[in-house]
């Protein structure tokens, strides 16, 4: 079963707006790491945050955890057509050699 | 640096056929995985490897097969190949474990089996 579930699963903007996914996880982990996939393509990463960080920022994008509520959520500021894609969460637990993902996100940025 | 390469790029096997899945790194990475994804789902892992002559099982291991023989390479075999194994797959490598380190992706093979 997945660990990640990401919410909502399609998410439509218009560009210049922030869009917001969330992820949500049932065990402990080491870190959690998002990345993006563009139609067609592999996985590109975007963030990684450990355990003990509650947030982290990289240029528009932002992301925060709670481990408390074994949750995350990815913030992308000033969207972009460019941003379309479906993003994924993935979590590290155990021994820390898998990453297991989520069922991600699809966003759509209009113009 | 061509990063993460993937061979071939797109295949049509029929039920029972075989083939192999070529990943290439030029990152000196010790690290790689080989993953599938099917619709509406995220990756899963098949197997994966921690080392030069080293591989361990993943989350969906069954019907397919690895070898490690060279650092910079990951080959994924599908000794019969059967229906339930079309989907998209794809390679990843990484310097450290997960725990420490992001991973890096190919583009990915597309197989259907008829």
């Known amino acids: 079963s997945q660990q990640g579930e990401e919410d909502p699963q399609a998410l439509s903007i218009q560009e210049g707006e922030n869009a917001t996914m969330n992820c949500s996880y049932k065990t402990s982990i080491n870190n959690l790491q998002w990345y993006r996939q563009n139609s067609g393509r592999g996985l590109v990463h975007l963030i990684l945050?450990?355990?003990?960080?509650r947030e982290k920022h990289s240029g528009r994008l932002r992301v925060t955890l709670d481990t408390s509520k074994k949750s995350s959520s990815l913030l992308i500021t000033a969207s972009r057509a460019a941003d379309t894609a479906s993003y994924f969460c993935a979590t590290v637990t155990g021994g820390g050699n898998k990453l297991t993902f989520g069922t991600g996100t699809q966003l759509k940025v209009e113009l | 640096n061509a990063g993460v390469t993937q061979t071939p790029k797109f295949r049509v096997l029929k039920t029972g056929q075989s083939m192999t899945l070529l990943c290439a790194q030029d990152?000196?990475?010790?690290?790689m995985y080989w993953y599938r994804q099917d619709p509406g789902m995220g990756l899963r892992l098949i197997h994966y490897s921690v080392g030069e002559g080293t591989t361990a099982k993943g989350e969906v291991p069954d019907g397919y097969n690895v070898s490690r023989l060279k650092k910079q390479n990951f080959l994924l075999g599908l000794e019969s190949a059967a229906p339930s194994q079309t989907s998209v797959y794809f390679c990843?490598?990484?310097?450290?474990?997960?725990?420490?380190?992001?991973?890096?992706f190919g583009p990915g093979t597309r197989l259907l089996v008829l």
């Open positions: 990152m000196n990475h010790e690290y």
């Open positions: 990843a490598s990484s310097y450290d474990p997960p725990q420490r380190e992001t991973q890096y």
């Open positions: 945050i450990r355990s003990n960080e």
